[in-house]
């Protein structure tokens, strides 16, 4: 399998140009948009793809709610100068 032009970050669904493809698989990466460098935490575009078709036909009903908001914090101070 050549390398592809990119891979799917599954943390955030970034799309990947950072890393190391060897023997048909993503030895290495880092996504620059959350921090994830676990290889197994990467799947290509077309394996991405397959997966999003397989999690429409299943009926989740977990409403698992992200608790994100704790660090938002310092966007709070504002700088005035004249
Ligand atoms: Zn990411």
């Not at 993503?26 to 397959?50: K, Q």
């Not at 299943?58 to 704790?70: A, G, T």
């Given at each position: ?17 950072d890393f190391t493809w ?32 397989e999690e429409e036909e ?25």
């Open positions: 399998m050549p390398r592809p032009d990119y891979i799917i970050c599954l943390e955030c669904e970034s799309e990947v140009e060897r023997d048909g698989e993503i030895r290495r990466a880092t996504c620059e948009v959350c921090g994830n460098s676990d290889p197994d935490a990467f799947a290509l575009p077309e394996d991405f793809e397959e997966l999003d078709e299943e009926d989740w009903e977990d409403e698992e709610e992200d608790e994100d908001y704790l660090d938002e914090e310092d966007e709070d101070f504002e700088e005035e100068e004249e």
